[in-house]
């Protein structure tokens, strides 16, 4: 389904969800099985990673008279709040060994400022950019999701590669995150695309990630709802037939029993 609703019948699908991520790949319309690789490295993970780095930070607990009250309800808005966010300069400045720019290093720590509750707190901008790098980046116990991107690509047959390489959709409640497609990109360009100017028929040489057609205007900035554009538009094909319709009177007479009486 999203996939589809992406305008495509093949690419790879990122499901960034609560507890998992589900990383698959989509074939003619098909998901190959065997290709399906979960991880733990989810929403629920990071909001646990946020609160951590919170309470590490005094400057940030002295703010509160118990620090119990830095519930998960409060990191939760906090992160869904937009001020926690990919920087893909971090990533940049790693890669080009650490330069120790003093200037960037004091530009990451300046605060930003959350309200919640009626009252506003002070977050440190290095919190709020290194939190969502673990979705990336976890623990050495957990597989990177670049590596579990390449490993399910791998999974599907030679030629059906380069597609999926094309056409990388991200879903799922946790890949809102700001940057996420642009830090992900950066990663798989870094260790995936080669530095050989032959190419196999098999070998990427470009990596695009989806998002929803521009005809799709009222869904603009919404490409984590493309599994349900998706839906909507099978929904609108399969069932456009009206003896698929179920009335109030049916349903009142046969209660849910019904739904499965007018499938298709």
């Keep these: 389904m999203t996939v589809f609703g992406n305008g495509a019948v093949s690419g790879l699908v990122v499901d960034i969800g609560h507890a998992t991520t589900t990383v698959s790949a989509v074939i003619d319309s098909c998901i190959v099985p065997s290709s399906v690789v979960q991880s733990p490295v989810a929403g629920q993970m990071l909001t646990e990673h946020l609160r951590t780095l919170l309470l590490a930070d005094e400057g940030f607990i002295a703010q509160f008279d118990d620090p119990l009250q830095i519930t998960a309800e409060f990191v939760t808005a906090l992160k869904e709040s937009g001020l926690c966010k990919f920087e893909l300069s971090s990533a940049a400045a790693d890669e080009a060994d650490n330069d120790g720019d003093a200037d960037a290093s004091a530009a990451g720590n300046t605060p930003a400022t959350f309200e919640y509750a009626d009252k506003k707190y002070t977050i440190p901008k290095v919190v ?50 700001a940057g996420l497609k642009e830090y ?39 490409d984590h709802m493309a599994t349900f554009v998706g839906a909507c538009i099978v929904a609108k094909y399969t069932l456009n037939d009206p003896k698929h319709n179920v009335t109030r009177a049916e349903y009142n007479d046969r209660g849910p029993s019904i739904i499965h009486r007018k499938e298709p």
């Design 184 to 222: 992900l990109q950066f990663e798989l360009e870094s260790t995936v695309l080669a530095t050989s100017n032959i190419f196999a028929t098999s070998q990427a040489r470009e990596i695009k990630f989806a998002s929803l057609p521009d005809y799709f205007s009222g869904w603009r900035n919404c």
């Design 128 to 177: 709020l950019h290194t939190a969502p790098e673990l979705l990336i980046h976890p623990p050495s116990t957990y597989t990177p999701l670049s590596s579990i991107i390449k490993q399910v690509i791998l999974m599907c047959e030679a030629d059906r590669r380069v597609p999926l390489w094309e056409n990388i959709n991200i879903v799922g409640g946790s890949s809102q995150i």
